[in-house]
């Protein structure tokens, strides 16, 4: 399979284009953890030279999705339970901050776009595209620090993004999932930064509580 069959932006960089795909493997449980990713195998297989999968290896690296063994190479990550309280923590300082700086910062038509998107993420729901509707409330969160609008938070959170996508991919009620996201989405709309936080602590606090059932199902590979 060439790797342009599983990646729609042909025009990003090749090493990028073979991140994206090995990325999303990983987020739809087709690489489970522990699976070993070998470089001339992947290079075989996306049709591509080993150059591009080994930066994508080490891109995916920076990421915490993949890690390196000595003895095996490199291998689908885990996540500890410790892991996911520490990527807790570090999400609540992060994106409570960029929701107060959003409601502030964010424009009208930013607003309307995150508003489709929940709209079209319920319509894929619907429909029985579980997976589109999953990548949208993925990417809400990202879109919600965009907002905000500080180069610097964007960058400390960047890193952690792959593995917080990676555990809510399992999130049972995506249903429930968009209301919580509608909500919040309200709060930064309404232009009260506090509202704007206090909704997004909200938020977190409650997947905070789920997360032993999420990191449960994310460890056991759920597809």
């Not at 996306?46 to 891109?59: G, Y």
């Not at 690296?61 to 291998?75: A, D, F, P, Y």
């Not at 999130?171 to 704007?196: F, K």
């Not at 032993?212 to 597809?223: I, Q």
Request: charged share 30%; with cysteine; net charge negative.
């Amino acid at each position: 399979m060439s790797i342009a069959d599983e990646t729609p932006a042909k025009a990003a960089p090749l090493r990028e284009q073979v991140r994206d795909t090995i990325r999303k493997r990983i987020f739809d449980g087709y690489y489970v953890p522990g699976t070993r990713l070998v470089e001339r195998q992947l290079a075989e297989e996306f049709r591509v030279s080993r150059l591009p999968v080994r930066e994508a290896l080490r891109m995916l690296r920076q990421e915490g999705l993949v890690v390196e063994k000595s003895t095996r190479g490199s291998l689908v990550a885990s996540l500890t339970d410790k892991d996911v309280r520490d990527l807790f923590d570090l999400r609540e300082a992060l994106e409570v901050h960029a929701c107060r700086l959003a409601a502030v910062r964010a424009d009208s038509g930013q607003l309307d776009t995150l508003s489709e998107m929940l709209d079209a993420a319920d319509s894929f729901l619907v429909t029985g595209q579980r997976d589109r509707a999953q990548r949208i409330n993925n990417e809400f969160h990202d879109r919600v620090f965009a907002l905000a609008d500080n180069e610097l938070l964007r960058s400390a959170l960047e890193p952690l993004l792959g593995r917080l996508h990676w555990l809510f991919r399992h999130a049972n009620d995506l249903s429930e999932l968009i209301e919580e996201h509608r909500l919040l989405l309200s709060a930064i709309a309404s232009g009260d930064p506090e509202t704007a936080a206090a909704q997004s602590a909200r938020h977190i606090a409650k997947y905070r509580m789920q997360f032993p059932d999420l990191h449960a199902s994310a460890l056991s590979g759920a597809r």
